[in-house]
């Protein structure tokens, strides 16, 4: 459905053009010097009113499409985000998928990452779920907000999966003459850089 704004606009472009039509139906000096007679002049009127009514119902249903689209694509993000948090939910983080034996070693496919302003992240590459250092088993922190965790693993239990995993870390780019945690292999390492932040 299109705003307001814009039924009003169509609105006050019809009731301009009836102004239009008005003034010069009334003006007689006028159509006699263009040389016209009155019945030309209604007749170009009403071409003229009739194709700003087609101009304008044109840009209504035009509307109307782009409006339908953007809230088809929010459904649509908000269905993909929802599938998201149910496949990261139901994750396992372990390698193997649904062929892993269950006497298979827990290899599990998660790596320690480390962004460009050194904040470290622990993610999964199967389902792309990430946690930060404050994540707990009950809440995630995102953008300084609590949210509740659907994976029940928070930053303890996701570095504990870390130390059993053969991933090795990674980072963003590296700005010059600063440290980061890529190299990082054992728990002393990570709890140096815990303290650091």
């Not at 209504?60 to 985000?81: I, S, T, Y």
Request: aromatic content about 8%.
């Amino acid at each position: 459905m299109p705003d307001q704004n814009e039924a009003q606009e169509v609105r006050s472009k019809i009731e301009k053009l009836h102004t239009v039509e008005d003034a010069l139906k009334s003006d007689a000096k006028t159509n006699s010097a263009l040389g016209l007679k009155q019945s030309q002049v209604d007749m170009l009127l009403g071409i003229l009113l009739e194709k700003e009514a087609r101009i304008a119902q044109e840009e209504k249903h035009k509307n109307d499409a782009e409006f339908a689209k953007q809230v088809q694509r929010l459904k649509n993000a908000a269905g993909r985000f929802k599938k998201l948090l149910i496949k990261q939910a139901r994750c396992t983080h372990l390698k193997g998928g649904k062929h892993r034996r269950n006497t298979q070693a827990k290899d599990y496919a998660v790596y320690y990452f480390t962004y460009i302003n050194s904040v470290p992240a622990i993610r999964c590459f199967i389902c792309r779920m990430h946690w930060t250092l404050k994540d707990t088993k009950e809440f995630l922190f995102r953008n300084n907000k609590k949210v509740p965790n659907h994976t029940k693993i928070g930053w303890n239990e996701a570095r504990e999966m870390l130390g059993t995993s053969t991933n090795t870390p990674a980072c963003s780019e590296i700005p010059f003459g600063t440290r980061q945690g890529a190299g990082l292999t054992t728990q002393d390492d990570f709890d140096e850089i815990v303290k650091a932040y």
